[in-house]
């Protein structure tokens, strides 16, 4: 049975109304499981096979050689859309344990979102078919109806992702809203016509005709019941944002911020000591307070029993008064050695682009150095705040935004004020956000750079590949002078620069004298054992500048018009993914 429609160009325009609606809610649940899988996969591996996935199964759809009602494609669908929210978080969880970053997904892509896509092209294809006055039933115009079915549904879901307004709607209300929207759209198709009656059964079929069972009251039987059922289809997930903190029935994990935010979900979680604790130190990842944004970790300190300060200083609070302890990661604590590099002046002003858990924020706050944050998602920048001791930032040293636009703009109205200490660290989900790291924007950058100032800028990965050879051989390029230190526990022999995954931190200048860096002190470390342990040995953790850039070559430069760095960034987003899974247990990401 199809869905009736006017004829003329009045019918033609209601085809064209429907049709429209039909893609704009396929690109909606595209927009809706990339975002609800992102946090299980990260969005590296989340998208490596998705577009595969969708193409091959709208084609499917267009072309398939049966055909189904669409009367009966609209309860299938509903079904579907129904059975969403749960499908979508448990197959993603279970494939996820496999850590297999490739196949996990498109496992979940096939067994999830394919039947959708499907489901809701066939609604499509079939009706604008059965509704047009011209059969075009070739097999040429269904692939051609396939692939507009795609390609619609691929440019607008880009579009959902500017609406500010669904980050406060969850992906299980996004679904079960479209699955009752297609219950009640199948309730009155389904009623629509009726069969035709023998003469002699009229008189029975108008006693029918005027029974109480309306299409009106299905609809309101229907939604009653759908009311009072939906709440059991929701996903697992917490609600975003997050109204209390939630602590894990079965694991020492308490979740105290969850946010759908610019740059994906933002959570920030307690690994809570197991019951066997006693205190001190020892190598199992608890008692630590971690900032994630998606399928990353931006930071974290360590809590509870696991805090140390040099001569029992008293530790650092967050906002609610709890003691935190030193960083989890010595990447944010290497970017501080930029206050030992010697020049003719003292650091007074300082410039963080990427703000994470705001580690180098507050030790240069703690230095006296005026410092001016640049992060493009108001969630971290919350999360610092609330949970990470990071000082407040006044409007004029806060900035909420691209640092690609904010540089520019800042060029372009020939701000005067100059940055002795730049800190660049936007490593995030296994790559870095490519158009900031292009010649151009180091261009913009420098102008707010002191002449004797320097720049920090942290990537992670392996010391001898493609894109760490980019960013080296761009930064050589665009400063005078530049030493590059990694954090890691252990020196780094030569063979391993190209098996280790480590932290790199680049130290740059304007001018072409070289960079040395004075013995740091006690002052220097905030009475924190990590940053004695890091600066203190700093020589031992210098990069053979050399052997990262290797020979020059204009073609590893990057700039706007030629950026392969997010393209070569892919292959290792696979693998920083299961690096994370190997940081924390499963449980930390399958919680949010």
Request: aromatic content about 10%; some cysteine; charged content about 15%.
């Amino acid at each position: 049975m199809s869905l009736p429609l006017p004829s003329g160009a009045w019918g033609a325009s209601c085809r064209l109304g429907v049709t429209l609606i039909a893609l704009a809610a396929l690109s909606l649940v595209r927009f809706v499981y990339e975002r609800a899988l992102v946090p299980l996969y990260g969005s590296g591996p989340t998208t490596h096979t998705l577009n595969a996935v969708v193409v091959s199964a709208a084609l499917v759809a267009a072309v398939k050689p049966f055909r189904i009602f669409q009367t009966r494609t609209l309860l299938i669908a509903g079904v579907l859309f129904a059975g969403a929210p749960l499908s979508t978080y448990w197959v993603a969880v279970r494939t996820a344990r496999w850590g297999r970053p490739v196949v996990g997904p498109l496992v979940t892509h096939l067994t999830v979102l394919a039947p959708l896509v499907s489901v809701v092209t066939a609604l499509v294809v079939d009706f604008h078919f059965e509704n047009s006055t011209t059969s075009r039933r070739t097999f040429g115009y269904r692939v051609f109806a396939g692939l507009a079915c795609f390609g619609a549904t691929t440019r607008l879901s880009g579009f959902w992702e500017g609406v500010s307004y669904l980050n406060g709607v969850s992906d299980s209300q996004i679904y079960l809203g479209l699955a009752a929207a297609l219950f009640n759209l199948w309730i009155i198709a389904l009623q629509t016509r009726r069969p035709a009656v023998p003469r002699k059964n009229l008189k029975r079929a108008a006693k029918d005709a005027s029974s109480p069972v309306t299409k009106p009251s299905l609809v309101l039987v229907f939604n009653l019941l759908w009311w009072n059922l939906h709440p059991w289809l929701a996903s697992p997930v917490l609600p975003h944002p997050l109204p209390q903190p939630y602590t894990h029935p079965k694991f020492p994990l308490q979740i105290l911020y969850s946010v759908q935010s610019t740059t994906g979900l933002i959570v920030v979680g307690d690994a809570l000591p197991p019951p066997t604790y006693q205190g001190g130190q020892d190598s199992e990842m608890h008692s630590l307070r971690y900032l994630r944004a998606s399928h990353s970790l931006l930071g974290g300190t360590w809590m509870g029993g696991k805090i140390a300060t040099i001569d029992e200083a008293p530790p650092l609070r967050d906002s609610f008064g709890t003691p935190m302890g030193d960083s989890i990661y010595g990447a944010f604590v290497l970017q501080e050695a930029a206050r030992l590099v010697e020049t003719n002046t003292t650091p007074e002003r300082a410039l963080i682009i990427g703000l994470g858990a705001g580690i180098s924020a507050t030790a240069f706050s703690r230095h006296n150095i005026a410092t001016t944050i640049v992060e493009i998602d108001p969630a971290v920048y919350d999360a610092a705040r609330l949970y990470f001791g990071l000082p407040a930032h006044p409007p004029s040293n806060l900035f909420l935004e691209d640092a690609r636009a904010w540089a520019a703009r800042r060029r372009a109205e020939k701000q005067n004020t100059l940055f002795d200490i730049v800190v660049h660290d936007c490593f995030s989900g296994g790559g870095v956000p490519e158009h900031i790291f292009t010649i151009q924007f180091w261009d913009d950058l420098k102008t707010q750079v002191a002449p004797q100032g320097i720049v920090v800028v942290n990537f992670a990965g392996m010391i001898k590949s493609e894109s760490a050879r980019m960013i080296s051989q761009t930064l050589a390029k665009s400063f005078g002078t530049c030493r590059v230190f990694h954090d890691a526990q252990k020196p780094i022999t030569e063979e391993e620069y190209e098996t280790e995954t480590i932290n790199m931190a680049f130290f740059c200048a304007l001018h072409n004298d070289p960079l040395t860096f004075r013995k740091a002190l006690s002052a220097d470390y905030l009475d924190s054992y990590l940053r004695e342990f890091v600066l203190s040995s700093l020589a031992e953790r210098e990069v053979d500048l050399r052997l990262l850039t290797g020979k020059l070559d204009d073609r590893f430069v990057l700039t706007d018009s030629h950026n392969p760095l997010g393209r070569i960034q892919d292959e290792f987003a696979h693998h920083h993914w299961w690096l994370m899974r190997q940081v924390l247990p499963n449980v930390f990401w399958e919680t949010y």
